[in-house]
């Protein structure tokens, strides 16, 4: 076992007067000290400085040139929770590593709104994409986030009046833990707070209008989220289609065929872990996935312009397949061979031709062939009758 020579040291807007005396023997024997400006600002120490880059994996050989020698990296408050700990952490080993944090934002946020922490959803818009709030706007919750910037609560008080959720109640804490420290709150709709300080966290108690659209807690959007030419897994066969996927946390899909996108998407809202790439042969199709995408909450979303089989050789090996659009023997069989072990694949079909070929896949893989009829109340004349839309055949199967 190597002997720890990397000491993460979580910072609070308090300053150096309040790390622990362990914390401060640290920074007094170190060799190098990487922080951000502010942060290094914070502290008075001989070693040697180095201040983050852009990105802040170019420090990476300085900080590992180091190995063996005393070096302090200074995180904001605690570094292991959307802090720098995690990329340090990827490229030195755990027994080198000694970490000291402070209270998080979180924690602070929490304890000046009376919170309890493990009943929020606690998530960064520092460095990513903003629009990964949409799925946690669920009636009646609380949420904590890193901000960006001074302009993200009032971008975020838009957000919330345009989703019909304007009475929600927006609290902006600056500089939390130092002697400059503000609490102050809004409603989103009546949002007019000015002068905030870049170094912000953010509380939301959110409160829905009734039509307001909430992102469902299971599968099956309403067809009109999506932005469509007709090319899309309809609600009730995608509620369907994705059970039989089985999301599981952290996995990747391929959706094959993505139309509009709108399993890939849905596989992403099952757990903000859980990552998909739509591969679609239509240019303007693809624009649309992006888009939707960005609407729903997922911006993360892979799309990949490209015609299968040949468009899914270069993509990282996927723990699941959808293939709704399209789906040939070439691009079943290249699909078949890309799915690790256990890997699952799910493939609906509406014309004979490809009903055909997933017959003979069920037949050579196994697995399952179901047949789904979904049928829609329709007036003819003073009465309604159910109108069947057509039927899917769908293959199902887990490799062994």
């Known amino acids: 076992m190597n002997a720890p020579w990397l000491s993460l040291i979580g910072l609070g807007e308090d300053g150096a007067d309040a790390l622990t005396p362990a914390a401060r023997a640290l920074v007094a024997q170190a060799s190098l000290i990487v922080g951000g400006a502010r942060h290094l600002a914070m502290i008075d120490a001989p070693a040697e400085r180095l201040q983050w880059p852009t990105p802040l994996s170019d420090a990476l050989p300085r900080i590992l040139?180091?190995?063996?020698?005393?070096?302090?990296?200074?995180?904001?408050?605690?570094?292991?929770?959307?802090g720098v700990g995690d990329l340090v952490?990827?490229?030195?080993?755990?027994?080198?590593?000694f970490c000291v944090p402070s209270p998080s934002a979180f924690s602070l946020a929490a304890a000046r709104l009376k919170w309890s922490q493990q009943d929020c959803a606690l998530l960064?818009?520092?460095?990513?994409a903003f629009e990964r709030v949409t799925p946690h706007l669920q009636p009646g919750a609380k949420i904590i986030a890193l901000s960006w910037d001074e302009s993200t609560p009032a971008r975020l008080a838009r957000h919330l009046a345009l989703r019909g959720m304007g009475a929600s109640r927006l609290y902006v804490l600056e500089r939390l833990g130092g002697a400059k420290e503000r609490v102050r709150d809004a409603r989103a709709d009546a949002f007019a707070l000015n002068d905030i300080a870049p170094l912000n966290t953010l509380g939301v108690e959110v409160e829905a209008d009734g039509d307001a659209p909430i992102i469902p807690l299971a599968p099956g959007l309403p067809d009109d989220w999506f932005e469509h030419d007709g090319q899309l897994t309809k609600r009730d066969i995608r509620a369907v289609t994705l059970s039989a996927l089985a999301p599981r946390k952290g996995e990747l899909l391929w959706d094959v065929g993505a139309g509009a996108g709108s399993?890939?998407?849905?596989?992403?809202?099952?757990?903000?872990?859980?990552?998909?790439?739509a591969i679609e042969r239509d240019a303007a199709r693809a624009a649309r996935i992006a888009r939707n995408a960005l609407s729903l909450g997922v911006p993360d979303l892979g799309v990949v312009q490209g015609e299968a089989p040949q468009a899914l050789a270069e993509l990282d090996t996927p723990q699941a397949i959808f293939i709704g659009g399209g789906a040939d023997a070439a691009t079943l069989a290249a699909a078949w061979d890309a799915l690790p072990r256990f890997g699952r694949i799910v493939v609906n079909a509406v014309t004979?031709?490809?009903?055909?070929?997933?017959?003979?896949?069920?037949?050579?893989?196994?697995?399952e062939l179901i047949h789904l009829q979904i049928a829609h109340a329709r007036p003819i004349g003073r009465f309604h009758a159910l109108d069947p839309a057509m039927a899917v055949t769908q293959w199902r199967a887990t490799k062994r």
């Open 65 to 82: 040139a180091q190995r063996g020698r005393p070096t302090v990296v200074l995180a904001s408050g605690d570094p292991f929770f959307y």
């Open 89 to 97: 952490a990827r490229h030195v080993a755990r027994d080198e590593i």
């Open 124 to 128: 960064s818009l520092h460095g990513r």
């Open 263 to 277: 399993v890939a998407i849905e596989w992403m809202l099952s757990d903000p872990a859980n990552r998909a790439i």
């Open 352 to 367: 004979i031709e490809t009903q055909s070929l997933l017959a003979d896949a069920y037949r050579d893989n196994g697995g």
